[in-house]
């Protein structure tokens, strides 16, 4: 009778800290009071003893390391002006096709999303670079704000994402085998999302005009400005990437010289003083402190529900689900998706992932596949409407005459394609496997 209790208090526990989230209390604090409250009435002081191993293993992880690293990179990359010489420089390559322009975002966001990782930047910097020229040359509303939150996301999925570390540390999967499994279903996103602009722009030209580009613009010029935009963003890439790809370095080690690698981008674009370095590390530290204080505030709180015997309530109520493995998958990724509306990645990562790897692994399921079926469906849910954390961002940086109900509308096409890809990845499981399990 008493393990009942015990489990029942650990669901009141949960459905407290959902609705203290809801009212908009701060993350950090509130998983870490609400677990101190119920773990000093239900547990006992003593049961804390292990807590300060917990927080110690934390802080002396060096794969979180890399977390402040890949900020940084971010944030100095959208202060060096790679992204504007990246739109403009695509816009002129793409702009006299059809829905030129729409493509050259999703292509400049596939690659800031492989320099960054960092979503809110890279939405808000293409929101405040593209859409004036969007609407100036008479693109639809509806595409362009739709195109801009999207691209602006790939960051979730695209090595090397923060939230890939992230589940990586949580899930004890190796972030280099989980930056490779998530090229193939990134590259899936964005095939998905030119084909989409291509039909748009078949279906209706007038919604999505071609640019009158003079024909002299189509010269040799064009082709060293593309190359000169281009390659230290590939540049970058390759050492980042490939230098973990290939086993030179460690994940974190990488993040360095991606930091490295930004700030002399940004020195080549003079676009680097010390006032927007000092700028860059007080972001930086800013970010950093909010994940690490959500992650003790996460250990805290997870360490309680599991004296609680809650992890135990939640295993059982999922391995009695009808379908077994299927079920479990499909209510998973439902549960992810809906607190997706309310609840930050970084909450979902830190409460609700924990909960769910040993049932994966109860099922057999492969934790890489398992960790980039949570990246997508945590994107997908970034941009769902009416809570989705892009739409903000992008609304904090458009003109007046757009308003959330465009934004709204825009995003409904991404949206949808982003689950037809989840569907897939789930369907065909060898899209996320085959690249890792190759380069073995």
């Known amino acids: 009778m008493e393990l009942v209790s015990m489990e029942v208090w650990a669901l009141v526990m949960f459905l407290i800290l959902i609705m203290t989230l809801l009212l908009g209390y701060p993350v950090a604090f509130t998983l870490g009071a609400i677990g101190l409250l119920f773990g000093i009435v239900f547990l006992g002081l003593p049961f804390f003893n ?65 320099m960054t990782g960092v979503v809110g930047a890279t ?21 362009a704000t739709g195109t801009i939150a999207a691209s602006g996301t790939l960051g979730q999925i695209i090595p090397p994402s923060i939230i890939l570390i992230l589940l990586g540390d949580i899930m004890g999967i190796p972030v280099g085998q989980l930056f490779m499994s998530a090229i193939l279903p990134g590259t899936l996103l964005i095939m998905l ?16 005009p071609a640019l009158a580009l003079p024909a002299h613009t189509w010269n040799l010029a064009l082709v060293i400005r593309v190359f000169k935009s281009v390659l230290p963003a590939l540049s970058l890439m390759v050492m980042v990437l490939g230098s973990i790809f290939l086993g030179i370095a460690t994940p974190t080690e990488s993040a360095a010289f991606g930091a490295i690698g930004a700030l002399v981008l940004a020195l080549l674009h ?30 805290t709180f997870s360490l309680v529900f599991r004296g609680l015997e809650g992890d135990q309530l939640v295993h059982d109520i999922f391995i009695h689900l009808p379908g077994e493995k299927w079920g479990f998958l499909f209510i998973s990724m439902l549960i992810i998706f809906i607190l997706g509306f309310v609840l930050d990645f970084l909450e979902i990562c830190f409460i609700v992932v924990p909960i769910l790897v040993p049932i994966a692994n109860h099922f057999q399921i492969n934790l890489l596949w398992f960790a980039i079926l949570i990246a997508v469906n945590l994107q997908t849910s970034f941009l769902t409407p009416p809570f989705g954390f892009s739409l903000f961002y992008l609304k904090a ?8 109900g465009i934004i709204y509308r825009g995003v409904v096409p991404f949206v949808s394609l982003q689950i037809l890809a989840l569907i897939l990845l789930i369907t065909f499981p060898q899209i996320t496997l085959w690249l890792p399990n190759y380069s073995r």
Do not use: C
Not at 193 to 208: G, H, L
Not at 282 to 287: A, D, I, K
């Open 270 to 299: 003079q676009r680097l003083t010390l006032s927007q370095l000092r700028d860059a590390m007080r972001h930086t530290t800013r970010l950093t402190s909010m994940v690490f204080l959500i992650l003790i505030g996460a250990t």
């Open 397 to 404: 940086v458009s003109p007046p005459s757009i308003h959330m």
């Open 50 to 114: 292990l807590l300060p191993l917990r927080i110690w293993g934390i802080m002396t992880n060096s794969t979180l390391l890399a977390v402040p690293l890949f900020v940084f990179m971010g944030i100095v990359l959208e202060k060096s002006g790679l992204a504007e010489d990246l739109l403009e420089t695509m816009g002129l390559l793409f702009g006299a096709l059809p829905g030129g322009l729409a493509l050259s975002i999703v292509v400049v966001g596939a690659l800031l999303a492989a």
């Open 193 to 208: 999302y030119i084909f989409y602009i291509a039909w748009f722009a078949w279906r209706d030209p007038t919604q999505v």
């Open 123 to 143: 939405v808000v910097t293409m929101g405040i670079i593209s859409l004036p020229t969007l609407l100036k040359n008479g693109y639809s509303p509806v595409l």
